[in-house]
């Protein structure tokens, strides 16, 4: 019968649209794993604190190993009245273990499982997509190293501004994708808190043991205040924010990948497994994978504005609104998956066509803030440099001479300065920390590598295997 959980307070059944609102099992049910190794963790403190024999614990453990094996198998057959899926697991095991069954949701509420259940769903994400994040960190790093001094223009304004080596613009997205892992850890560790314990919102009368559960369940510690333990969402707002702005980067990669496959850059070639043509134009190749990974940031950023304002103003404590976490969470996560496993996989087979990249980069009028410093070694004040490098360029797009011509010519520049407009020059003077020529690059070089394989180590220290 529906609503079979509280049928004792109730004379009638609930409504189809009730129902049809209500159930999340077909959302939720992709936790069971998690729900399962909670109720494990449950029976079996249960059991040591004395409110379940060890028959009725080994019991319980049995029919849970069935539901489990049931759910994995896709042999599990839902009722009407499995409205999520902490309900469909305990009516199941109800059925195969009667009267040790109606034991298991003792000092247990859905409002702490629930909350058990995400976090543990999120920690093994998180740690999920941080390897992937790591994963695509390791093809940035690979090109960074074997491109060696190719060169292309950097952009302000997405104006030519002034050139860099490709390893340097290749690292910078690496450097941002490091601090999206950066704060994957930092939020496992807030996360790192089991509510198993906390019941509806007020603890229990019976001798539970919540710091028990906790180890069972790997997390460091259990919750401090049982009202804050089933309110608290902020790991599934902070998951929706670490994707979004991860999401956000991604785009911003696939917005320069969009422009460089372009014909007018043509600063890279794609790989045909990782682009699509046109049905209609036979000579159209085409960026899919780019412009998705842009369009899906906008998808993210939704999913996380909806949920902040879902729980703006939520009294304390559990308020069903908070079942409205689960699916954006869950589109959030598949979504920034899919994105890094497509767009490593088009970075990965890249080619990047350095003589058009250098073509542009050696424009000369990229080297004029190199000029201008050129006239500040000999001791002339930058300002008075930018005016006199700034005249020249004037007169060389008013087509007076050739820029390098009048560099050459001129009494403070000469032809020192002008060998600054030679093919790859200037780049390779910029040899300042954190520069961008081949020559500054090398320290970043081991300074990435060294962070990726920090943050390796500490992603293969934060894997819990729970005990259950
Ligand atoms: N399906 C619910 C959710 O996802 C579980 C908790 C329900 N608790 C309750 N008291 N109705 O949030």
Same mark, same amino acid.
Request: hydrophobic share 45%.
């Given at each position: 019968?529906?609503?079979?959980?509280?049928?004792?307070?109730f004379a009638?059944?609930?409504?189809?649209?009730l129902?049809?609102?209500n159930?999340?099992?077909?959302?939720?049910?992709?936790?069971?794993?998690?729900?399962?190794?909670? =109720?494990?963790?449950? %029976?079996a +403190?249960?059991?040591?604190?004395?409110?379940?024999t060890? !028959?009725?614990?080994?019991?319980?453990?049995?029919?849970?190993?069935?539901?489990?094996?049931?759910?994995?198998?896709?042999?599990?057959?839902?009722? #009407?009245?499995?409205?999520?899926?902490?309900?469909?697991?305990?009516?199941?095991?109800?059925?195969?273990?009667?009267?040790?069954?109606?034991?298991?949701?003792?000092?247990r509420?859905?409002?702490?499982?629930?909350?058990?259940?995400?976090? +543990?769903?999120?920690?093994?994400?998180l740690?999920?997509?941080?390897?992937?994040?790591?994963?695509?960190?390791?093809?940035?790093?690979? /090109?960074?190293?074997?491109?060696?001094?190719?060169h292309?223009?950097?952009y302000?304004?997405?104006?030519q !501004?002034?050139?860099?080596?490709?390893s340097?613009?290749?690292?910078? /997205?690496?450097?941002?994708?490091?601090?999206?892992v950066?704060?994957m850890?930092?939020?496992?560790?807030?996360?790192d808190?089991?509510?198993?314990?906390?019941?509806?919102?007020? &603890?229990?009368?019976?001798?539970i043991?919540?710091s028990?559960?906790a180890?069972?369940?790997?997390?460091?510690?259990?919750?401090?205040?049982?009202?804050?333990?089933?309110?608290?969402?902020?790991?599934?707002?902070?998951?929706?924010?670490l @994707?979004?702005?991860?999401?956000?980067?991604l785009?911003?990669?696939?917005?320069e990948?969009?422009?460089?496959?372009?014909?007018?850059?043509?600063?890279?070639?794609l790989?045909?497994?990782?682009?699509?043509?046109?049905?209609?134009?036979?000579?159209?190749?085409?960026?899919?994978?780019a412009?998705? *990974?842009?369009?899906?940031?906008?998808?993210?950023?939704?999913?996380?504005?909806?949920?902040?304002? @879902?729980?703006k103003?939520?009294?304390?404590?559990?308020?069903k609104?908070?079942q409205?976490d689960?699916?954006?969470?869950f589109?959030?996560?598949?979504?920034?998956r899919?994105?890094?496993?497509?767009?490593s996989?088009?970075?990965?087979?890249?080619?990047?066509?350095?003589?058009?990249?250098a073509a542009?980069?050696?424009n000369?009028? =990229? *080297?004029?803030?190199?000029?201008?410093?050129?006239?500040?070694?000999?001791?002339?004040?930058?300002?008075?440099?930018?005016?006199v490098?700034?005249?020249? %360029?004037?007169?060389?797009?008013?087509?007076?001479?050739?820029? @390098?011509?009048?560099? #050459?010519?001129?009494?403070?520049?000469?032809?020192?300065?002008?060998?600054?407009?030679?093919?790859? !020059?200037?780049?390779?003077?910029?040899?300042?920390?954190?520069?961008?020529? !081949?020559?500054?690059?090398?320290?970043?070089?081991s300074?990435?590598?060294?962070?990726?394989?920090?943050?390796? &180590?500490l992603?293969?220290?934060?894997?819990?295997?729970?005990?259950?």
């Open positions: 019968m529906a609503g079979e959980l509280w049928e004792g307070r009638g059944g609930p409504s189809e649209a129902q049809a609102l159930d999340s099992f077909p959302f939720d049910r992709r936790m069971f794993r998690q729900d399962i190794a909670g =109720s494990r963790a449950h %029976v +403190m249960l059991a040591d604190v004395g409110l379940l060890d !028959a009725e614990r080994d019991e319980i453990l049995a029919a849970l190993d069935v539901v489990e094996a049931e759910m994995a198998e896709g042999r599990f057959e839902a009722v #009407a009245s499995d409205e999520d899926i902490h309900t469909a697991v305990e009516r199941r095991v109800t059925e195969i273990a009667p009267d040790a069954g109606g034991k298991i949701h003792t000092a509420s859905r409002n702490d499982q629930v909350a058990l259940d995400v976090r +543990m769903w999120t920690r093994a994400e740690l999920d997509l941080a390897g992937l994040v790591l994963d695509f960190q390791d093809i940035v790093l690979n /090109h960074a190293r074997t491109v060696g001094d190719a292309l223009p950097g302000t304004h997405l104006q !501004a002034q050139s860099v080596s490709l340097h613009h290749l690292l910078a /997205h690496g450097w941002a994708l490091s601090r999206d950066s704060r850890f930092d939020c496992l560790e807030r996360l808190v089991s509510p198993l314990g906390a019941g509806a919102l007020a &603890g229990s009368s019976l001798p043991e919540p028990q559960t180890a069972a369940l790997g997390f460091a510690r259990p919750f401090d205040n049982s009202l804050d333990a089933v309110s608290d969402r902020d790991y599934v707002a902070e998951t929706l924010f @994707t979004s702005l991860l999401g956000v980067h785009s911003r990669i696939g917005e990948l969009i422009l460089w496959a372009s014909t007018e850059f043509g600063f890279v070639s790989d045909d497994a990782f682009s699509t043509g046109s049905s209609m134009m036979p000579q159209k190749k085409n960026p899919d994978i412009e998705l *990974a842009r369009g899906k940031a906008g998808r993210l950023v939704g999913n996380l504005t909806g949920f902040l304002t @879902t729980l103003g939520l009294p304390l404590t559990y308020n609104d908070m409205e689960k699916e954006p969470l589109d959030s996560c598949d979504t920034i899919l994105t890094l496993l497509a767009l996989g088009m970075v990965e087979t890249i080619t990047f066509e350095t003589d058009a990249m542009q980069a050696d000369p009028y =990229s *080297a004029a803030t190199d000029l201008a410093e050129f006239l500040v070694r000999s001791g002339m004040p930058f300002r008075s440099a930018h005016g490098v700034g005249e020249l %360029v004037r007169r060389a797009l008013a087509g007076e001479a050739p820029l @390098t011509e009048l560099v #050459a010519a001129h009494p403070e520049l000469g032809p020192d300065a002008a060998a600054l407009l030679e093919p790859g !020059a200037s780049v390779a003077q910029r040899t300042s920390p954190g520069a961008g020529s !081949a020559a500054a690059v090398v320290p970043q070089l300074a990435f590598a060294d962070r990726l394989a920090t943050d390796r &180590g992603l293969e220290r934060a894997r819990v295997e729970p005990t259950l």
